[in-house]
């Protein structure tokens, strides 16, 4: 078993860098203008990509109250493990379509060596439901920013906007609904009878009941467990996945600042400026998750960047500099996260 473990981790340290390479040779600019981007964002490149030591931090601590709270005590791991397989775990979502098919089963795998097999996967699904979950909700508190920007008549509004809005009102709702009772239920077995659904793939989603039912079930029991039990747990940690989310945002308001955009100046203009870089993070990441089984989202983010900052009224050419330097700080991550893979607890 430990030697297969081996395998699979040398696996997705090859998937890394395979990922890496892939995305060098896939920018949308020749090297010399990715070269004059870069100069261009000359130090603020140190807190463009510093900002995530923060955004990583919260993404550990909201997954180190999932741990415990569904294990019922302390997490038997050092944070600062839980800190590097976040990392990793993500580098690896980066680098795979449908993000998850790398991150999720490494955490597993890695998790496992810590505590039993049922409760590291039933953590690790909890922590991406509420990743998922967290999501919703800036999204969905997000539109109430536009529409408050808008009353103070910062922002424009017209039937096209309020429509587009309802919709992701809609959509987040939706949402909420479904990932609760995934909460109260459980997840697992619901998403197995989804699967029953696709063709070519009921026969390996009986047998894959037919094999683990008694793990599922136990899983899905620790699922709504921790719902039902554990709310500070819950709570906690969906606080700080939102609050993560609100930290990135500083990232791209470094980027409008170093084009000398901060809404006139002073804290109010500083303020709004944070505020329009909430909503570019919050289109942005709507339009990548909605079309999130591309590798990578190639081309998905830098579109979303685009349209997003376009949509407040800035420029194209602003959209186009903000997708690449968020291209580079995704490549040095990924960097970080597959060397994290090597070392040693």
Not at 40 to 52: D, E, M, V
Not at 268 to 293: M, Q, R
């Amino acid at each position: 078993m430990k030697w297969t473990k081996q395998r699979l981790n040398n696996l997705f340290f090859f998937l890394g860098i395979a990922a890496v390479v892939v995305m060098l040779f896939t920018f949308d600019v020749s090297f010399i203008e990715l070269w004059d981007h870069l100069c261009h964002a000359g130090y603020w490149l140190i807190p463009i990509i510093g900002i995530w030591v923060v955004v990583y931090w919260l993404n550990a601590l909201a997954w180190q109250s999932m741990i415990e709270g569904n294990i019922g005590g302390k997490a038997p791991i050092s944070f600062w493990r839980i800190y590097r397989l976040t990392i990793t775990g993500y580098a690896l979502n980066y680098a795979t379509p449908v993000g998850g098919l790398g991150g999720e089963p490494y955490r597993i795998m890695e998790l496992s060596k810590d505590i039993d097999n049922q409760h590291a996967t039933s953590s690790v699904i909890l922590y991406a439901m509420m990743h998922f979950f967290a999501h919703f909700w800036f999204w969905f508190i997000s539109i109430f920013i536009y529409l408050g920007l808008v009353l103070i008549g910062d922002l424009p509004i017209s039937f096209a906007i309020g429509v587009i809005l309802g919709i992701i009102v809609v959509f987040c709702l939706t949402a909420f609904y479904i990932i609760s009772r995934g909460y109260k239920n459980g997840l697992v077995k619901y998403v197995l009878g989804l699967l029953c659904r696709i063709p070519g793939m009921k026969r390996w989603t009986l047998k894959l009941w037919a094999r683990h039912s008694e793990a599922i079930k136990n899983i899905d029991e620790q699922i709504a467990a921790l719902y039902a039990q554990d709310t500070k747990a819950f709570y906690k940690s969906l606080v700080l996945e939102y609050f993560s989310r609100v930290v990135q945002s500083m990232e791209v308001m470094f980027m409008l600042l170093l084009f000398g955009i901060d809404c006139g100046g002073g804290l109010d203009g500083l303020t709004l400026t944070f505020l329009h870089s909430i909503l570019i993070v919050a289109f942005t990441t709507l339009f990548a998750n909605l079309i999130g089984f591309l590798p990578m989202q190639l081309g998905v983010q830098e579109g979303g960047f685009v349209l997003s900052i376009a949509a407040l009224g800035l420029s194209a050419a602003l959209g186009i500099f903000v997708s690449i330097i968020c291209r580079v700080r995704e490549i040095i991550w990924i960097i970080i996260g597959i060397g994290l893979m090597k070392m040693k607890h």
